[in-house]
């Protein structure tokens, strides 16, 4: 399914189907796990510590690469800065059961690697039904059928665009999906709530799940991503379960901030803010982000080619309020909703109906780009009143106040410094092989910035552990 067009527009989809799950408590993995397989055959010689794989990262590009050297026979250990594995896999405790802040759902499951390892581990997941939006002009108030087919015709014109665009490349390389839009809106003659309307579709199918604004997104990222099929799926107790599941025989250090990666035909030392530690090989696993931030020193630098492809490529900023209420005031049908009449596109909001998932009365909102940034800036308090204005505006004001709140700020996380990575104006799915290039047969790089075809997806970073992993044995 494509990435972008996961969700059918508008009000199209509120016949829906209701998927129930039961909460569960989940422990989250953040010890050290010292793993059995010291005794594993590293290769070629096991004999010196520094034949063994240094992986940087227990996410799941980390975990996927290092499982498959270790099956191999290789000897393998993950340095990982948090104290909990994962990544931006992160399932929270705090409210008392299992709430995903990071990834959440595995997208369109027929076909995606991920569907086969939670059949193999029996991790419980439930449908979540991405095209059953509801969108709100006011209080209880919805588009008229007249209002509808403006927007949907607004749209398809702006797929039908951009569509033209990227067959006739050399036009087009500085153009912006919002500057299309704003062509859009002119020629579609769009005002009022259709306007609205038209800007919140682009939200919901491309903001939402990029995480950046469409103004700071070339056409090169609006890829047909068609590879898999089926319904989306969440995990009622946690995606950590399958971090879990996955790096059980793993020799992971917690608590080990990498620094400094060094390489020469020798090896390769990698220094942490604890100790230092020799290798043949390391795969570098850490997000765009933190590349981008230059927070691992590389010695020698990391060619030119590869650093003029992390400056390209952008990193967004998706996050997510996750509220707890006394009770449900909102519909139990729809799996989303969204107020389409407030001051978009500066904000856009989606309220995630958790209710269908966890049966605790939640709703997890979502929201993107620099809105998203700019929540941040706020005291907690503030940012949380702000997006419970959309829930009056659509649910009246006597809704009640939320009893428990957690707030993500992936773009100040220095593990991550951002949710995922896109293709912002000059980035290319080129940029993303750049990147996985590996620097001799010294140092391998895996994550989901590297993995073009599926950037930005827990898939994507798993593929992209694998590749590596299949460089190594296949050089060796
Ligand atoms: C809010 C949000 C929602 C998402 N929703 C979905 C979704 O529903 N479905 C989906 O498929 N994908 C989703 N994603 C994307 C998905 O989570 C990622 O693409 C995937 O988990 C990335 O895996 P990774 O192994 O490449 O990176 P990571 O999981 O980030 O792993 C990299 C690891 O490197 C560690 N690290 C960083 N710096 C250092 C250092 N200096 N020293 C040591 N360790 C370091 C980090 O702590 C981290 O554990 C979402 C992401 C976010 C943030």
Not at 275 to 287: M, R
Request: glycine share 8%.
């Amino acid at each position: 399914m494509d990435k972008y067009n996961r969700r059918k527009f508008l009000l199209q989809a509120r016949n829906l189907t209701y998927a129930g799950a039961t909460s569960w408590l989940c422990g989250c993995g953040n010890a050290f796990s010292k793993s059995d397989n010291l005794s594993a055959k590293p290769s070629p010689d096991d004999s010196e510590d520094n034949e063994q794989i240094i992986v940087i990262g227990a996410g799941i590009a980390g975990i996927t690469a290092a499982n498959k050297l270790q099956a191999q026979g290789y000897r393998v250990i993950i340095l990982e800065g948090r104290d909990r594995l994962g990544g931006r896999i992160w399932t929270d405790n705090s409210l008392g059961f299992p709430l995903d802040l990071g990834a959440a759902w595995i997208h369109t499951i027929d076909g995606n690697p991920i569907s086969p390892l939670v059949k193999k581990f029996g991790i419980q997941t439930v449908v979540s039904d991405l095209e059953s939006q509801w969108n709100y002009k006011g209080v209880d108030q919805f588009l008229s059928k007249s209002e509808e087919r403006m927007i949907s015709k607004a749209f398809q014109a702006f797929t039908d665009r951009v569509a033209e665009l990227k067959n006739n490349a050399g036009s087009s390389q500085q153009i912006t999906l919002g500057d299309i839009a704003q062509q859009i809106i002119e020629s579609e003659e769009l005002t009022g709530i259709t306007l609205k309307g038209f800007r919140a579709t682009l939200s919901s199918t491309i903001e939402s799940e990029v995480g950046e604004d469409i103004a700071n997104l070339g056409i090169k990222g609006f890829e047909e991503d068609s590879e898999f099929t089926g319904a989306d799926v969440v995990f009622p107790r946690g995606y950590i379960q399958l971090v879990q599941a996955l790096s059980k025989d793993l020799d992971i250090r917690t608590k080990h901030l990498v620094q400094q990666i060094a390489y020469d035909d020798t090896g390769v030392k990698v220094t942490t803010d604890r100790e230092v530690f020799s290798g043949s090989q390391v795969i570098v696993t850490v997000p765009l982000g933190v590349l981008k931030r230059g927070s691992i020193k590389f010695s020698p630098a990391l060619p030119e080619e590869k650093l003029a492809a992390i400056e390209r490529l952008g990193m967004g900023a998706l996050n997510r309020l996750v509220l707890k209420f006394p009770q449900q005031f909102w519909p139990s049908q729809p799996h989303t909703m969204a107020y389409i009449n407030g001051n978009i596109p500066d904000r856009y909001v989606e309220f995630y109906n958790w209710q269908k998932y966890v049966q605790q009365p939640i709703l997890a909102a979502m929201f993107s780009g620099d809105f998203s940034r700019s929540l941040s800036q706020m005291p907690k308090s503030e940012a949380i009143q702000n997006i419970m204005s959309d829930l009056r505006s659509m649910f009246g004001k006597d809704i009640p106040l939320p009893t428990a709140t957690l707030l993500t700020q992936w773009h100040n996380d220095p593990f991550a410094y951002g949710s995922y990575s896109t293709f912002s104006l000059n980035g290319s799915l080129q940029d993303c092989d750049r990147l996985a290039e590996p620097i001799g047969d010294r140092v391998f790089f895996a994550g989901e910035a590297t993995y073009g075809k599926h950037i930005g997806t827990v898939h994507g970073a798993l593929l992209s552990g694998e590749r590596e992993a299949n460089r190594i044995t296949q050089q060796s």
